[in-house]
């Protein structure tokens, strides 16, 4: 029963705009839209998160429609070191031990 | 900043064997959190610690006990190791219950033959 659909693997080109989407058509209005990413042999990191309004940090942007049903990642200039496995996943504001993560989108930056 | 400290790296135990996981974590965080990791499956809660002094199940509890020795350190042990438990093991941080994001140490990579 997986909450959020996400493209097996992508490619990118390195400098190009990453632009990974996420589905969640069954989102309830306390969850939060989650991303992380997981480099190779590496622990989860946390990108970025939001409610309904778009938000952007260091690391990315993220895109969410009006209806919440769908959102999108976006790395504005992608390097080799962004290649990744993406995970978007759903947070309740009301706490949510079970943080679970889906089999993800598997971007590939091509050099 | 360390973050979130995992010990060890990699172990190999054989069948029957118990050890323990250690994990620490250097930012105040109150909730701690330990998952596993296994191909095509991504991550699965086995315990989580939501504030010092307690401790709940998640997912795959079943062959592990931890321990929240303080604020700063939560432990996974395994009594009796078992080729199932073969995985990568992740604890993890965050400020507290809700929505903050999560701060994962490197891993555990076991073995068990």
């Known amino acids: 029963d997986a909450k959020t659909t996400q493209p097996t693997s992508m490619d990118c080109a390195e400098g190009r705009a990453a632009n990974l989407p996420c589905n969640h058509s069954t989102i309830s209005g306390n969850e939060y839209v989650y991303w992380y990413r997981q480099i190779h042999s590496q622990g989860p990191q946390y990108i970025i998160h939001?409610?309904?309004n778009n938000e952007t940090n260091e690391m990315a942007s993220l895109i969410i429609t009006e209806d919440r049903k769908s959102s999108t990642l976006i790395l504005p200039h992608a390097t080799l070191r962004d290649t990744a496995v993406y995970y978007c996943t759903l947070v309740s504001n009301f706490g949510n031990e079970k943080l679970t993560f889906g089999t993800g989108t598997r971007l590939t930056i091509i050099p | 900043n360390a973050g979130v400290t995992q010990t060890p790296k990699f172990q190999v135990l054989k069948t029957g064997q118990s050890m323990t996981l250690q994990c620490a974590q250097d930012?105040?965080?109150?909730?701690m959190y330990w998952y596993r990791q296994d191909p095509g499956m991504g991550l699965r809660l086995i315990y989580y610690s939501a504030s010092e002094g307690t401790t709940d199940k998640g997912e795959v509890p079943n062959g592990y006990n931890v321990s929240r020795l303080n604020k700063r350190e939560f432990s996974l042990r395994l009594e009796s190791a078992a080729p199932s438990q073969t995985s990568v093991y992740f604890c993890?941080?965050?400020?507290?219950?809700?929505?903050?994001?999560?701060?994962f140490g490197s891993g555990t990579r076991l073995t068990v033959v």
């Open positions: 939001g409610l309904k």
């Open positions: 930012m105040n965080h109150n909730s």
């Open positions: 993890a941080s965050s400020v507290a219950r809700g929505v903050y994001g999560y701060t």
